[in-house]
C-alpha cells in the first residue's frame, strides 16, 4: 500500500501517476476535445481497496498567443536566466509558435466506486473494459486517491505534448500563424469573431476585454472596444 505523504505534495501525484491507455487521438485543433478518463487509485487507509473514477474532461481548443503576451503572465518569479529566454521569444515572435491549452472537468459525468481487489486486478480491468468501447480519446490513469485531481493535471500534461506538434502543423497547414497587421492570423480571426459577437450581444463585451487583455493587446484595440460600449450602451 502507498505511503501517505506527511503534507500536502502535489509532486507526490505526479510521481505515482502512471498514464497506461493514453488517448489514441491528439487533441482536436480546431474545436474542444471530450477525454474520458478512468482513474485507479488505491484506498490509503483500506487495504485491499481500490477506487475507481469516471468523468469527462473537456480540453479547449487550442489558442494561438504571442511571446509577448505570453511572457507578460510569466516573468513575476522568474529568474534572470528564465527572463532573458522570455526576451528572446519576444525578439522572434515570428518564428516562434505558441499555443495555449485548457481544460475543465465535467463534473455532471463524474461516477466513482470502491472495489475490494487488488491495484492490479481492478487497473486490467478497467483497461480491458475501456479498450473494447474503441474511444480515441479514453485514457486510463494509475494514480494516488489523494490528491486525485493532480493526476489528471499529469495526464492533461502528457495529452498536450503528444498534440501540440499535430495541432501545430494543422494550424501552419491553414496559414493560421501568418502575420496580418502584426498578429498571427488565427488570433487576427479570433478578434474580429469577438468583435462581431459582442456587437450582437452585450454580454459578450467583457469575454472580448478578457481576450484582449489576455494577450496584450487591449490598448491597441481600446478605442474600437470603447466605441463598441457606447453602441451597445
Not at 480491468?125 to 486510463?140: L, S, Y
Not at 498534440?163 to 496559414?175: D, F, G, M, P, T
Amino acid at each position: 500500500m502507498s505511503k501517505r505523504p506527511s503534507q500536502f505534495d502535489f509532486w507526490f501525484a505526479v510521481n505515482n501517476t502512471e498514464i497506461v491507455m493514453p488517448p489514441k487521438r491528439h487533441l482536436e485543433t480546431f474545436g474542444n476535445t471530450i477525454i474520458n478518463y478512468y482513474l485507479v487509485s488505491e484506498l490509503m487507509d483500506a487495504a485491499g481497496k481500490v477506487r475507481v473514477r469516471e468523468g469527462r474532461m473537456q480540453a479547449l481548443r487550442p489558442q494561438i498567443i504571442t511571446p509577448s503576451a505570453y511572457s507578460s503572465t510569466l516573468l513575476e518569479g522568474f529568474g534572470e536566466q528564465a527572463q532573458k529566454y522570455l526576451e528572446w521569444l519576444k525578439e522572434h515572435e515570428d518564428s516562434v509558435r505558441i499555443l495555449r491549452y485548457g481544460y475543465t472537468l465535467k463534473q455532471e459525468a463524474f461516477s466513482e466506486q470502491v472495489l475490494t481487489d487488488t491495484p492490479e486486478a481492478v487497473l486490467e480491468r478497467v483497461a480491458r473494459e475501456a479498450a473494447a468501447k474503441n474511444d480515441p480519446f479514453a485514457a486510463v490513469v494509475k494514480g494516488v486517491d489523494d490528491p486525485w485531481d493532480v493526476c489528471l493535471v499529469r495526464l492533461f500534461w502528457a495529452v498536450i505534448q503528444n498534440s501540440a506538434q499535430a495541432n501545430i502543423r494543422e494550424l501552419h497547414e491553414r496559414r493560421m500563424f501568418e502575420l496580418q497587421d502584426g498578429l498571427p492570423a488565427g488570433l487576427r480571426d479570433e478578434i474580429e469573431k469577438g468583435f462581431l459577437a459582442a456587437s450582437k450581444d452585450a454580454n459578450l463585451i467583457k469575454p472580448l476585454g478578457k481576450l484582449l487583455q489576455d494577450h496584450g493587446l487591449f490598448e491597441r484595440f481600446q478605442d474600437r472596444f470603447f466605441d463598441l460600449i457606447q453602441k451597445r450602451g
